[in-house]
């Protein structure tokens, strides 16, 4: 069974620029979240998408945005680039989301991120 | 709002050896989960253990187990027999029940085994 597969690996992007990150889910999981990773701020929650809907969004400004498609692919689209946006991006997926509780509540499947470097 | 410290940045172990990392958490929720993370050097964050905070049995996965102690809002976990292939940064994380995968993570503790 294929994993998380995230889009791409790398990337450098200049400030002002905008970067769409893709992630392809595990086959049959229908949840898809994103986290960004960096040495300052830790991992933090961007958002979770479920049916091709928002579940739940963190604290980050409207520049950073995202979509799932009725395959469950989803992207991430961060906008006007900042120097602080350089992070490690990773998508985790999951057989159901978050909000339904119960057996394999937060039981997220990783993929090996997509290193973000703003210039 | 909900916090996770993981006081340890930094941990070694004997190979073969046991060794416990820390983890404490704030919360006003009665019903949560909570989890340890294990990200290897290839970056790729894998599940190593989930504890449903309703059970009072503490949770085990082969080589590791929890210490969770609801009260103290502490979630310890133990690796026994320590392998090479447990080096990496291990990380808290707590998730309010029904709380839309929305992971909250602590700083993480870099555990290195030793030959």
């Known amino acids: 069974k294929a994993g998380v597969t995230q889009t791409p690996r790398y990337l450098i992007k200049t400030r002002g620029q905008q970067v769409t990150l893709s992630c392809s889910p595990i086959s049959g999981h229908r949840s898809v979240s994103w986290y960004q990773q960096t040495p300052g701020q830790g991992l933090q929650f961007l958002f979770e998408?479920?049916?091709?809907?928002?579940?739940n969004k963190g604290n980050f400004p409207g520049r950073f945005s995202g979509r799932q498609f009725s395959n469950s692919r989803s992207e991430m689209n961060v906008s006007t680039l900042e120097l602080g946006d350089s992070a490690l991006y990773l998508c985790?997926?999951?057989?159901?989301?978050?909000?339904?509780?119960?057996?394999?509540?937060?039981?997220?499947?990783f993929g090996e991120g997509s290193r973000l470097t703003v210039l | 709002a909900q916090t996770v410290t993981q006081s340890q940045p930094e941990m070694s172990v004997q190979e073969a050896e046991t060794v416990t990392l820390s983890c404490t958490y704030d919360?006003?929720?009665?019903?949560?989960?909570l989890f340890w993370y294990k990200q290897p050097p290839s970056r790729q964050m894998i599940l190593v253990i989930r504890?449903?905070?309703?059970?009072?049995q503490n949770a085990t996965e082969n080589r590791f187990s929890v210490n969770f102690q609801k009260a103290a809002k502490s979630f310890s976990l133990k690796i026994s027999d320590s392998q090479l292939g447990d080096t990496a940064m291990y990380f808290c994380?707590?998730?309010?029940?029904?709380?839309?995968?929305?992971?909250?993570f602590g700083t993480g503790t870099r555990l290195t085994v030793i030959p």
């Open positions: 998408y479920f049916s091709e809907t928002q579940r």
């Open positions: 919360t006003s929720e009665n019903n949560y989960y």
């Open positions: 985790a997926s999951s057989r159901n989301s978050g909000l339904a509780g119960g057996p394999g509540s937060g039981e997220l499947f």
């Open positions: 994380a707590f998730m309010k029940h029904a709380g839309a995968n929305n992971l909250f």
């Open positions: 504890q449903e905070a309703y059970k009072q």
